[in-house]
């Protein structure tokens, strides 16, 4: 890719001046840098907190909100709001998320994880992993981050990572997810559907799988929502590795084409970032960096990425889009 066309990838999508920022260390040279004063939320954020990771932030009413994975004390997963002015200095609610449900069937749940959050048309969706008689993907909304209502679990379990596009596609709702099985699924393939209403979801595609003796040899899931850019969806993901040590969960990124999502144009072959960090090493599950959100500023083409680490605390990472783009087409191996 040249000077010019590195110069030419734009970010589709809202204007976000005060996305949060900090400009990568001049002693690096990496095309995903970590916040210098990460981990931006501690694990006892709330007094009932065991850990705080794997969360959504998205732009709202000029300041920032959020859906948060909060274990609590009692190890229960649950989800729980927060705002913040700045993106980085979050206050998070101590009291889980009251859902509004029209089947009081869907209130059975066991536990609720890994949240996304997107402005979709006309409020802000939510997905996550939901436990209903194994793990399956929870859809909501919200218009103000006070009331929630419940959706709908998108498909029979077992599955995870479900995340919403940001628009529609060839007229529907679209989302990718991962289907699993009932515990530390030791493979994952991720696959994309498409819904007329959120209710009803149909039309499966699979989209990519693990690559073997790489970081993402075992199983992957997609991350943040994907972002919009004139070169394809960018996709920023998940990767895992078992390790004579476990797990090690990694981030990396893919190019999809806008029309046909499903089909992957580009993915680069090394990771983005890999647990390094004694938070991302440390903690209740070691060595995991694992992405759930991605602000984007289609003016300055900047990219802030909120990461759970170690299953224990929030870490914040930035990107500029034309260098990310240029990394995963001119490293790719499809
Ligand atoms: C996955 C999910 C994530 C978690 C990861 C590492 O299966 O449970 O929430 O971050 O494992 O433990």
Redesign the pocket.
């Given at each position: 890719m040249s000077e010019m066309a590195r110069a030419s990838v734009k970010i589709i999508g809202d204007s976000l001046p005060n996305i949060p920022w900090q400009d990568r260390p001049i002693d690096s040279s990496d095309v995903v840098w970590r916040y210098g004063h990460n981990p931006i939320i501690p694990r006892n954020a709330t007094p009932t907190s065991n850990s705080i990771?794997?969360s959504a932030a998205v732009a709202f009413n000029g300041k920032f909100a959020g859906v948060f994975?909060v274990d609590d004390t009692c190890r229960l997963m649950n989800l729980h709001v927060g705002h913040s002015e700045d993106g980085i200095q979050w206050d998070i609610a101590p009291e889980p998320i009251e859902w509004k449900f029209d089947d009081p069937e869907l209130a059975r749940m066991v536990h609720r994880?890994?949240p996304r959050v997107v402005w979709l048309e006309d409020r802000y969706y939510v997905t996550w992993?939901n436990g209903y008689h194994g793990p399956t993907i929870g859809i909501g909304y919200t218009y103000n981050f006070e009331e929630f209502t419940f959706v709908e679990n998108a498909y029979l379990p077992y599955n995870?990572n479900g995340v919403l596009f940001p628009r529609k596609i060839n007229a529907n709702f679209a989302m990718f997810s991962r289907p699993s099985d009932t515990g530390?699924?030791p493979f994952g393939d991720i696959f994309y559907s498409e819904s007329p209403d959120m209710i009803y979801w149909g039309k499966h595609r699979f989209v990519m799988g693990p690559k073997s003796w790489r970081w993402e040899s075992t199983k992957i899931g997609a991350g943040p929502i994907p972002i919009e850019t004139n070169e394809g969806w960018l996709l920023i993901y998940h990767g895992v590795l078992t390790s004579c040590n476990g797990?090690v969960?990694s981030m990396g990124a893919a190019l999809l084409d806008l029309d046909q999502p499903w089909k992957v144009t580009h993915r680069a072959s090394p990771y983005l970032m890999s647990p390094q960090m004694t938070y991302e090493c440390v903690g209740d599950?070691p060595n995991?960096v694992?992405p759930c959100a991605a602000l984007h500023d289609p003016d300055t083409g900047r990219i802030a990425i909120y990461y759970?680490a170690a299953?224990t605390v929030t870490g914040l990472a930035f990107a500029h889009v034309d260098e990310l783009v240029h990394f995963v087409k001119t490293n790719s191996e499809v």
């Open positions: 990771f794997n994975r994880y890994d992993c995870r530390h699924t797990y969960y599950v995991v694992f759970g299953d």
